[in-house]
C-alpha cells in the first residue's frame, strides 16, 4: 500500500467535520486467539490503543493507560497483513478516546479486514462504520464506574452486536439482570455474562443466571484460561 502523502486528512462524524492525523497511539499489537464473546476461540490480531479515562477496579490493563507510540495507518495495516487472519480486534485503554480510530476502522473494511472494537460504553460509538462489530461494556455497580455508562449508545448498537456486562459479585449480577430486562436487552442484541477473573463464585453466578430466565451468554476468559495473565496474550 502506498504511504499517506498528507500530514492530516478530514472526515465526519456525527454531523462535523474534523481533522486528524493518520496514525494512532499503540500500547502493543499481537496475534492470539480471541478470548471472549462471539468469536471466542478464533485466531485474531490485536491492536491495543493508549489512554483510557475510566478507572474499573477490576482492569487488567492498566499499562495501557500511558506510554504507548505512534504508528501510521500504513504500519499498522502492513503489520496486520502479515497475520493469518482477517480478523481485527481493536482494544485499550478505550479506543474510541483517539479520534483517528474511526477513519480507520473505515480503511480497515475496505481493505477486507472485519474489526471488533472493544469499547467502554462511555464513548459515544455513533458513525462507527456499520460493518463495524462493537462489543460494549455496560459497567456493573462493582466496577466503580457505573455512572459513566452512556446510555444513548444503545439506540446506536446493530442487533449482531455484542454487550458485555463484567460481573464482580452476585449484586452485580442482579443489577446486570434487571438491566436486561429493563432495556430488553437479550431480545434486541448479543448479552455476555463475564465473572470477574478469579475473584467470584462461578459456580453460583451460573445459578442465578439460569434461574433469571434471561437470555445472556454466561463467558469464561479463554485466554486466561490457556495463558493465565500473560501479557501479548
Not at 486528512?9 to 499481537?30: D, H, M, N, V, W
Not at 446510555?151 to 449480577?173: G, M, P
Not at 436487552?185 to 430466565?213: C, H, M, N, Y
Request: aromatic fraction near 10%; include cysteine.
Amino acid at each position: 500500500m502506498a504511504p499517506i502523502p498528507v500530514s492530516e486528512l478530514r472526515f465526519e462524524q456525527r454531523g462535523e467535520s474534523f481533522s486528524y492525523r493518520p496514525r494512532l497511539k499503540i500500547t502493543e499489537r499481537f496475534f492470539s486467539l480471541q478470548g471472549e464473546g462471539l468469536h471466542a476461540g478464533l485466531p485474531c490480531s490485536f491492536v491495543r490503543l493508549t489512554g483510557c479515562a475510566l478507572r474499573c477496579v477490576y482492569c487488567d490493563t492498566e499499562y495501557a493507560f500511558h506510554g504507548g507510540h505512534w504508528q501510521s495507518f500504513d504500519d499498522l495495516e502492513a503489520w496486520l497483513h502479515d497475520q493469518p487472519t482477517k480478523l481485527v480486534q481493536i482494544t485499550g485503554g478505550e479506543p474510541l478516546h483517539q479520534r483517528a480510530v474511526w477513519p480507520w476502522v473505515d480503511h480497515l473494511i475496505e481493505l477486507g479486514f472485519k474489526p471488533l472494537i472493544e469499547t467502554s460504553g462511555a464513548v459515544s460509538i455513533a458513525g462507527l462504520h456499520p460493518l463495524a462489530h462493537i462489543v460494549m461494556d455496560l459497567k456493573t455497580p462493582d466496577s466503580g464506574e457505573c455512572d459513566r455508562n452512556l446510555w444513548s449508545n444503545l439506540e446506536q448498537l446493530k442487533a449482531t452486536d455484542e454487550i458485555k456486562f463484567v460481573i464482580c459479585s452476585r449484586s452485580d449480577l442482579q443489577w446486570a439482570i434487571d438491566t436486561i430486562r429493563c432495556h430488553e436487552l437479550d431480545t434486541r442484541f448479543k448479552v455476555l455474562i463475564s465473572p470477574e477473573w478469579g475473584v467470584v463464585d462461578k459456580t453460583q453466578l451460573a445459578e442465578d443466571l439460569l434461574a433469571s430466565g434471561c437470555q445472556a451468554r454466561f463467558q469464561l476468559q479463554l485466554h486466561k484460561m490457556i495463558w493465565q495473565d500473560a501479557r501479548g496474550k
